[in-house]
């Protein structure tokens, strides 16, 4: 057999790096050689998640000033940083190790537009032209370009799973591109794992709220996608919730459909689309998903009803958000760019109850 | 100080009962005379609902087939019953006992329409002229028929959560009435305490899903009151989902403005319509309520945004469902039922966190 | 009718001082004139709790430094901040207003011993005249020295679930006392309200731990009293552990009867010993009580059951943290300091579910 | 490579059925190849576990009377049904297909002795010849005898959870065994799938208790294995509780050292015991276990720690009671007999947050 691939993860403390080691150490075809951690620097992986305690060969967490990316000599690297930092990080790791594939799941690299951008983050991109270098990693969609990319921009969880159902029905224009409105929960793991007043438990148990009603960043990658599968501008409404749970995105997504189409025909054009597709799962027409369904593993699946209202439909997806959502993508996104089987080390059945 | 009124509570075992209860063992002009029970007749309170230990003097749960209704001479009458059931024993009490006040809690006694009864319920209505009676108990919409009424059909949380926000806005032309879409969230103790596998603790925590999808009994109740307050058939989209938390309903309601009114004149509508009222408070521009921020109190929270979409507004409401939802409310009409200051019995603040 | 005292609320931006707030806000006899909070000064009360937001005649929040105690001219302050910073605050306040009545909250000054004090937190109490005058708050214990009191130290929340079971049988001989272990379960809130990465939701949701194992602070206290009850020195063994539930703490206690006495013995001397308080309930032999029946009352509900190992017993309290551990009791601490009856403002039932 | 073993799990449609499922599937020397559920015969498993809908290929769910278990011609049999059932059904199975390995996850063979399952089951067993062949299925106690069993008696989930750090203490006469207090906590799947109003969500979230004090049906386990290894009879003291969250058990164990062993020496023995288990970790001394670091996986974490009362330790042991505490344990089993590495199947890590 041949020799393992050498991976790092930077930013490993977070819960999207966690979720990270959890599948790496499982996969055949990989060895973790570099974690990294800022605060947590001179830690142990079991000292910031101690489930990984009896691994006590994982390497200990480094901060990412001390490493030399050339020496480190990695085959892929998975960025869990925050925004903008990575930029930076990904910049100078490609600068000095230009053959490590990099698998992004921050959303700087997700939009292709610099204007775009510089208008939703509020600053000017500090690495253009790997802004322009990146594919999207939405493997069921952009497979192809992915198989061939060096840096993957792994999509946002709330846009994966409002996207899964959506492109396949704007693509065959079956949809009224003017009135979707998608209305969209996520468990808290979502929220990352910074120390903020508004996340603590007793904050969150016993409750559920919207939040940044109108106006969300997630709808410039969403803009992004929707419009290049339209081929024209599109523009949703989109609400996020919070739900008080760990894990899980469910949509609830209005459409309207084009020409006469009923919901049983959006129902036909996805469960065709996704036939062969591992990890999206139509399920039965009327039938919609729960989030426990899916928790833990790489799954999306789709629900598709009629509403009562004549030509309109409700669309239902729910994925986990640590794994389909980010960690999980991000390890298909490797199996395609090193050219491995697709599914490998991503066959976790869903954890429920 | 005059007698205390005579109260009785049948179905007291449920959960919307055991709020009742709650709630009129503070209320300074009542004392609870009767609580019925089916299969915990013979049963005391305390046996049902522990917190109620400390309350020795609660009459026994009793069986309804037992009671002599006149004897009774019970004042008001709060009937927590299930659906079908309700419409036999208000008839009969009623007929026996016809100076007493009931709150019905049910469904049974909400729709006018003989017709759109049967055609919702799959059977005719067996107390038709007492449906005819019956004054639907949404104070803030219905406060003056409901001082005269003898019959009170209280309406249901779902749709209380989504009248209160677009009742005035339907009724001032101020929204386009063809693409009204409600997408609602609620707490699980709405579910009732049957005891279903469904509903069981570990079928719920951890995930989150939609259900009745397209199709849902409540829709009736909101199609004749939106009718009513346009003056014109009004259908709209309704979606229910279940949160895994105890208490709380949210409803986030995507509407467009007619005659180009902006989402700020919708909250400016709002915001005039509700100055008064004790129980609904419309949030300043922009901010968005949290159920947890009306738990356990009367209080219903109104939040109205902009979409990015321009013409589109996105209203959100927040209630507790077995208090504004279903007991709490039930008291309010007590209130206005028996002339007494409304909110009387009702000034608990929200339990948070 | 009396004019309303003025009451100040120290730290009103954390748990205890919002509960503090829902409680006063329908006191009788009370008018909230002062609310401090640092971070939050210059904001208002909703800011920080939006359920306060109906009630817009709240005093804005200001920061400590700003006040003269004089002229606040409080009747009574309650005291919720943090440790170390209370007596510094309480030196002060009670310099310049000699007059007012002070109820804290916080552990500063339920330790009557200079030396233990600064055993237990490593340095020395700032205001050691105060540490004597203050009079220990479990009102069911210390009623009379209590009603005389101008400081007063509310017990902490796991102690008071602890001594109340315990205190009565200590008195009596009635249980040996080398052999108690009192395992402890606390909700999210008794960790308070500051950001810090092991409260947040998805680090507690769907887990459970122990924490502080073999040392805490809350010791100190236990030792203080049951040795005073004892009149002897008494050790216990006590572990607490974390729940992912708001509120509400049980403790299951582990005895051994001295001199033959069974644990029917025991609840006969519980059942007597709190046969007239009005926040105490002993229940049925053998029954046990559950948190969610005290939730958001000033109950303490306690039972008593048979080992199956002869002579031993095991007790289990439950009481609402933020009430009967912390702002209920406090209140009541309040009412009795001011000669007011002693339920005054605290018959909230609990609200269950 | 050899053919895959033939597989039933009888009793499919509850908790630990799902769970057996969800292992099975991967498991790399398996084919599942028939699956049984009562109420549900005749619904395929997507219908009781939407989770599985991904894999249409799996057995339907038929009634047990329906099976000819000659021509089933089982490799294994997983039994995951109520107990007494179970005696009649393992009673038949083995007599006509004798071959058949059979692993109990019910509580029917894990008494030895006939007297002590009648004294706590209230009826004589049915089936007494194998009562007595069974083995009771811990492997890190009884290894050697499981490999040559062919019908394994699977240990409940609190008992697994407290044996595991008891034992090794036990046999070395290391604690004094007339004072162990087990104080055990569990997830809401212990209780099962059955419709019970006890475990509805809204009975169960926000709020803790503790059920069965002084006397539970998993003592006599806990007796005959504690008395097994201290070559005397044992009795201790158990209490079990409901934790408001799916998965996990966490037992706090107070012990005390025998002849001056100190908390350090305990931990030194259960070091060494389990140094080179796969599935039992033994935390560095002082550190104790959460339940969120083992869910999902068949781990057990075991913590030692000092109390502040010389001579006393406390142990604290966390599990996942589907898995290490049901379905993960039953899997190790079959590994055992079967002759297969025993970690076969069962290297899912933990699934946290």
Redesign the interface.
Same mark, same amino acid.
């Given at each position: 057999m041949a020799a393992k691939a050498r991976i790092g993860v930077l930013g490993a403390s977070g819960?999207t790096g966690?979720e990270l080691v &959890?599948l790496l =150490? *499982?996969h055949p075809r990989v060895e973790i050689a570099l974690l990294t951690a800022e605060r947590s620097a001179g830690k142990s992986m079991r000292d910031v998640? #101690?489930?990984?305690? #009896?691994f006590p060969r994982l390497p200990p967490l480094v901060g990412i000033a001390e490493i030399d990316w050339a020496a480190a000599a990695l085959d892929v690297a998975f960025c869990a940083l925050p925004h903008a930092t990575t930029q930076k990080v990904v910049k100078e790791l490609l600068a000095r190790s230009p053959a490590t594939k990099v698998i992004d799941l921050s959303a700087d690299f997700r939009l292709r537009d610099v204007a775009a951008y510089a208008r939703w983050y509020g600053h000017e991109h500090q690495a253009p032209e790997l802004q322009k270098e990146a594919v999207y990693g939405l493997a069921e969609i952009h497979r192809r370009a992915i198989r061939n990319a060096r840096l993957v921009a792994n999509p946002g969880c709330y846009t994966t799973c409002a996207q899964l159902p959506l492109i396949p029905l704007i693509r065959q224009k079956a949809i009224d591109l003017a009135?979707i409105?998608i +209305?969209a /929960?996520s468990?808290?793991?979502g929220?990352g794992?910074?120390? /903020?007043?508004a996340? =603590?438990?007793?904050?969150?148990?016993? $409750?559920?709220?919207?939040?940044g009603?109108?106006?969300h960043r997630h709808?410039a990658e969403l803009d992004q996608e929707f419009s290049l599968a339209a081929g024209r501008e599109v523009?949703v409404?989109f609400?996020p @919730?919070l739900? #008080?749970?760990? &894990?899980?995105i =469910?949509s609830?997504i209005?459409v309207r459909g084009r020409r006469g189409r009923r919901a049983e025909d959006l129902h036909a054009i996805l469960l065709k689309f996704y036939m062969k597709e591992p990890f999206v @799962?139509v %399920?039965p027409f $009327?039938e919609?998903?729960?989030? *426990? @369904?899916?928790? $833990?593993?790489n799954?999306t699946?789709i $629900?598709v009803?009629? +509403?009562?209202?004549p030509g &309109?439909a409700?669309l239902?997806s729910?994925l986990d958000n640590l794994v389909k959502g980010a960690a999980g993508q991000a390890v298909q996104n490797m199996n395609l760019v090193m050219g491995w089987p697709e599914t490998t080390g991503l066959?976790?059945?869903? %954890?429920? #109850?």
């Open positions: 819960y966690g &959890r =150490l *499982r998640f #101690p489930q990984f305690s #009896p009135e409105v +209305d /929960k468990g808290m793991t929220a794992r910074a120390a /903020k007043e996340m =603590l438990f007793s904050e969150v148990a016993e $409750g559920f709220n919207a939040y009603v109108g106006r709808m523009i409404t609400t @919730h739900v #008080p749970m760990n &894990r899980g =469910l609830t209005y @799962h %399920l $009327g919609t998903p729960h989030t *426990r @369904h899916v928790r $833990g593993s799954m699946f $629900g009803a009629s +509403d009562r209202i &309109r409700i239902v729910a066959e976790q059945i869903a %954890l429920f #109850p």
